[in-house]
């Protein structure tokens, strides 16, 4: 299993970013997957979930500002950020399934800072 995340950096609050997650060494297409976050100095914090077909569940601190998807035949996730704001600061991460403790990769930095 590896995932490569990608796409994170600094950005103003109110501004946007789009990540991405990389997946290989599994059938993605019929795989719940999930992103996570983690704040500095902080323990790991659900996000989002999609399932294989593409419903989708966010936390409440990110419902409709975030959005989730995925390209079955990129082998690719998605998460775009919208409104960012300061407390949104963290390493993101996507997770094979719906365990936040589940295989994750190395993560992508999202900075929301003026």
């Known amino acids: 299993v590896n995932l490569v995340e990608s796409g994170g950096g600094l950005v103003q609050p109110g501004g946007s970013l789009r990540v991405s997650c990389e997946a290989s060494g599994f059938i993605f297409s019929s795989t719940h997957m999930s992103w996570v976050r983690q704040a500095p100095g902080k323990g790991l914090e659900w996000v989002s979930s999609i399932s294989p077909r593409g419903f989708t569940a966010y936390d409440n601190s990110v419902k409709g500002r975030f959005t989730t998807s995925r390209d079955n035949a990129k082998n690719t996730l998605y998460l775009q950020l919208n409104n960012l704001r300061p407390e949104d600061t963290g390493m993101y991460y996507c997770?094979?399934?719906?365990?936040?403790?589940?295989?994750r990769g190395q993560g992508t930095q999202v900075t929301v800072s003026s």
């Open positions: 997770i094979r399934g719906l365990n936040v403790f589940g295989t």
